[in-house]
């Protein structure tokens, strides 16, 4: 007795090309928007960084330790002063 073996669904080829397909364009959607937020971020931590620099130079004019205080300026002490006393015996 021959019996013929029957498949209740037959192979779909199309449909398992389709879900590769599928597949490609989800993880080019992903990679795309991982970029975009590469991108930006990248953007972002540029600001950032010209935005520290503007405010340490704010700083570094306002809190000058150079500037022109109350104090009177300190006059270098006299040549005489600098020589070493002779060593006494």
């Known amino acids: 007795m021959n019996l013929v073996r029957t ?4 192979p779909r080829p199309a449909l398992a090309g389709q879900r590769g397909f599928a597949a490609s364009v989800i993880v080019l959607a992903l990679v795309a928007v991982m970029a975009a937020l590469l991108l930006s ?3 972002t931590v540029a600001a950032l960084d010209r935005e520290l620099r503007l405010v340490e130079q704010h700083q570094l004019r306002k809190y000058d330790y150079r500037a022109a205080t109350n104090t009177p300026p300190v ?3 006299p040549a005489a002063a600098l020589i ?3 060593p006494t015996p």
């Not at 498949?7 to 037959?10: Q, S």
């Open 7 to 10: 498949r209740l669904v037959p």
């Open 84 to 86: 070493d006393p002779e």
């Open 41 to 43: 971020t990248s953007r």
């Open 75 to 77: 006059r270098p002490a």
